[in-house]
Every structure is written in C-alpha cells, then in structure tokens.
C-alpha cells in the first residue's frame, strides 16, 4: 500500500512537471506567434525584462534594474517596492506581537521588508544563471553542427531560439529578432551578455567578437568553447561538493536560534516574557545577531570560490 501511494504521488507530480514544461517550451515563441511582427516582439520581451527599446539596462537605480534584467522575471522595480512595503508592514507587525516594542518592530520591517525581495531575486539569478550555463554548452553545440551543415550564423542562431528551453531559447531567439532586424551579431551577441552578466556568456561573446576581427572557423572555436565551458562546470561541481559541508554549517547555525526562539515563544511564552522589554537583554539579543550575520560573511567568504 505505502508503494501504491508512493508511486502515485511520483506519477501526478511527474505529470503536472511535464506538462509545465511543454506548456513553458520557452517565452519568446509564446510571444512570436505569428500576431506580431518582429519589432514589436523585440520590443515586448525588451520591455518585459526592463530594458529600453534599443535594449540597453535603464538609468536610474542601475543595480536592482541589471538584478531584474538577470533574474528574468517580469515584474517592474515600482511593483517590488509596492511588495516590499507590505513585507516590512507584515514584519513589523510580527515583530510587534512578539516583541511588544515598537522601537524595535520598526526597525525589523524597514529590514526585512526589502530584504525579502531582494534575496528572492538573488535568488532568482542564481536559478537562471545555472541553467544557462548548463544549456549554453548544447545551444553551441547546435549552432556549430548548423554550421557545418552549411546554414549562415542567423539561421544557426535562432536554430537554438526555436528549439531550446527557456531561460536560453528566449534569450538566442531575442539575439535572433536582433540580427533579422538589423543588427550585426556581435551587437547581439553583446546585448545578451548585458542582459545575462554570465561568465560563461562572457567567454562566447568575446568568442564571437574576435572571430568577427581576425577571421577564422567560428564552427570550431565556438566546439572549443563548448568544451571549455563544460570543463568549467566540472570544476564547479568540484567546489560544491568540497564546500558543501561548510555550507550546511552555516544554515543549521543560522537556523537554530530562530527555531528555538519561536518554538520558546510559543510553547512558553513567560520564558522571555518578563525580560524581554530589559534593555540590558534587547542590547545583548542585537549584539548576538549582529555575530551572527557577521559569521555568515565569514563563512560565506571561506566557502565561495569562483572558478
């Protein structure tokens, strides 16, 4: 009976995780689908990520518009402010119910309101940045068997733009609507660096720039920076592994005081209850996260390597 339900949770989830990925195929052709000439689906998905109409990042806040730009998602900047108002209200409100300070809960929500966005797109990148560099390695080998089937470099190109996920099928396709509108390749190619910021993205670009200036076999350069990447990724996988013990350390140490104060909080409420408005005891628990957060850069430091 346990390997029925087992077996049957496994199927839907497989299930629904099949069908959102045929349903996803990547966002660029959701968009081109044949309603639309092509300067208005450049310019959607240049809008979409944030980016002007000739697709450069916008002025202003020039951090959080290239974080959004790398994290793919399609919420402006004034709608994340909206959310992170409502995250620090929530927050302090929390903070007010346990605390019972309103000195105290202020500050947390003015914290934790933007910092809860703000790591969920960091987080976001992250995601996106590993999938890319995963997939990048196939999309050059496909432009490179293109290639040597004798297709120019824009057929090759959108090749990957029609025929690969997301997040690298939309962002070949958007350089393919680039170069059939008028763009070089190195100009598209550059705009998608922009638009990623990704290592491995970097190191095609600067492929695709150098070939366009001295000449040569782009099919093979472009084999030998698929096997580079590869062997880059490798060596991250390495990292990981090495470092993976460190990092379980720091989220078990992170965690354990929150955990035990909220579990203090609500199976015994009078533990803290009498002291909790003592400033000796709310200078020491600040003092104490304030450790903290300084021994999560430290280890973070020792365990973040980059290859």
């Known amino acids: 009976f346990f390997g029925s339900v087992v077996l049957a949770i496994q199927s839907?989830?497989?299930?629904?995780?099949?069908?959102?990925?045929?349903?996803?195929?990547?966002?660029?052709?959701?968009?081109?689908?044949?309603?639309?000439?092509?300067?208005e689906v450049i310019l959607q998905l240049r809008r979409e990520r944030g980016l002007t109409d000739e697709g450069e990042l916008r002025n202003g806040i020039h951090f959080l518009n290239s974080l959004l730009t790398r994290s793919g998602l399609t919420i402006p900047l004034a709608q994340w402010g909206i959310i992170a108002a409502g995250i620090a209200l929530a927050a302090a409100a929390i903070a007010y119910y346990f605390l019972e300070d309103i000195l105290i809960a202020v500050p947390i929500g003015l914290v934790v309101g933007p910092a809860l966005p703000y790591l969920f797109i960091v987080s976001q990148v992250g995601a996106r940045n590993k999938k890319l560099g995963t997939q990048l390695p196939d999309a050059l080998e496909v432009i490179t068997r293109s290639l040597e089937a004798g297709h120019p470099v824009p057929v090759a190109v959108s090749l990957v733009g029609r025929e690969m996920p997301d997040p690298i099928g939309t962002e070949f396709g958007l350089a393919a609507d680039e170069i059939a509108?008028?763009?070089?390749?190195?100009?598209?190619?550059?705009?998608?660096?922009?638009?990623?910021?990704?290592?491995?993205?970097?190191?095609?670009?600067?492929?695709?720039?150098?070939?366009?200036?001295?000449?040569?076999?782009?099919?093979?350069?472009?084999?030998?920076?698929?096997?580079?990447?590869?062997?880059?990724?490798?060596?991250?996988l390495k990292v990981k592994a090495a470092s993976s013990e460190g990092r379980a350390s720091a989220m078990i140490?992170?965690?354990?005081?929150?955990?035990?104060?909220?579990?203090?909080?609500?199976?015994?409420?009078?533990f803290y209850g009498e002291v909790i408005g003592e400033s000796m005891i709310q200078i020491g628990l600040g003092g104490f996260f304030l450790w903290m957060v300084i021994g999560n850069l430290v280890m973070r430091q020792m365990i973040n390597f980059k290859v």
């Open 12 to 39: 839907v989830f497989g299930l629904l995780k099949e069908g959102g990925e045929k349903n996803r195929v990547n966002h660029r052709l959701k968009v081109s689908d044949g309603t639309k000439s092509l300067s």
């Open 181 to 236: 509108y008028g763009s070089s390749l190195p100009e598209a190619i550059r705009k998608m660096a922009l638009r990623v910021q990704h290592p491995d993205i970097d190191l095609f670009a600067a492929t695709v720039r150098v070939q366009e200036k001295t000449g040569g076999n782009l099919s093979g350069l472009l084999r030998a920076n698929a096997d580079t990447i590869r062997a880059r990724q490798k060596m991250r």
């Open 253 to 270: 140490l992170t965690s354990a005081p929150f955990l035990v104060g909220i579990s203090l909080r609500i199976l015994t409420p009078r």
